[in-house]
Every structure is written in structure tokens, then in C-alpha cells.
């Protein structure tokens, strides 16, 4: 079974990066618009193109940049703006950059044991060629960002969605259909 749980809208300038400590969940990234360059500790850098989807293990120190050239780092604890919907906003101040909805992962096997506990780097999947993910992205968006009351509950549905969709790509690309 796996749960997921939206609980931020992340507005990153091009001139900031967000930097964020070691969480004791694993989390999910959606990226909205423009672009995402995700460090993490022990892990390559990854960039993100719209569409794309990131799946970080728990412990990792994260920075989330629009930019590679982003000079201003940010705590996200001294922007953040809860919002109707249940999704609590992180706004970086600027125009443009990139606009990501976080959610968190809780999954579980049986009881025996959960689905990323041994993930130890991040996990990418690039779906927005994909119409039916175009949409769901959308969709997401619009939850979030309306501020409507209770817009995180459909946002969650949907990004299980697509993690769904994600984890057959990966699952297929090694051959464990």
C-alpha cells in the first residue's frame, strides 16, 4: 500500500535554492514549470525538465535549485505560507524559475517492510510526454494553487497516480514487469 501525502507548493527563483535538512520521510517531487537541480548528499546532481518526477529517499540533506547559478539560499521555514487547500506554499520571492509540489511517501509491504527503505540515491522518471500525466500535473496544480479547502486530498490522489505510473516505467526499464 502506498500513501502519499501533498504538503508543499515550492516557488524557486532563478536566483535562490532551497535548502532543506534531513527529513525522516521519503518524499516525492512534481515538477510543475521550469526547471529543477536537485542535490543531494551522496548522489550526482539531477536536473529536471517539466514532467519530470523525483522520488528522494529519507536522510538526505537537499538543496532544490531553479538554476545551477543560484547564489541565494533559503530556508524554507522562514517563507512558509500555509494555504487553505492543507499545501503550505514556499515562495523564494522572484519571477520565473520553477514551481514544485512535494509530497510525502508512506509505503508498506505487507508490514514487513516499506518500499523505499533501501532506497539510498533518488530515483528520476521523465513522464511529461505523457498527456494523461500533462493533465494530472495540471489538475494538481489547480488543487494547490486555488487555495481551495481541502485541495491537498485530490492532489494526493492524484500524485499516487503517478507514482504509480512512475514505478512502472522504472520497474519495466529494469526488466521487472
Known sequence: TVEIDA???CDIAPDAALVICPLDLVEVYFLLE?????ATQGAAPIRVDPGGI?????????CMASSQLSTRLVDPASIEA???????RYPTGGVGGGRVICGKINADLGGSFGLFDGLAHPLHAQL???????AIFATMRRE???????GHSPASALMKAC????LRQLFAGAGLN
Open 7 to 9: 504538503f508543499a507548493l
Open 144 to 150: 494547490c494553487e486555488t487555495g481551495l479547502l481541502g
Open 163 to 166: 507514482l504509480i505510473l512512475v
Open 82 to 88: 500555509p494555504l487553505a487547500s492543507g499545501v503550505t
Open 54 to 62: 523525483v522520488i528522494v529517499p529519507a536522510g538526505l540533506a537537499q
Open 34 to 38: 521550469g526547471t529543477l537541480h536537485l
Open 128 to 134: 511529461g510526454d505523457d498527456p494523461l500525466v500533462a
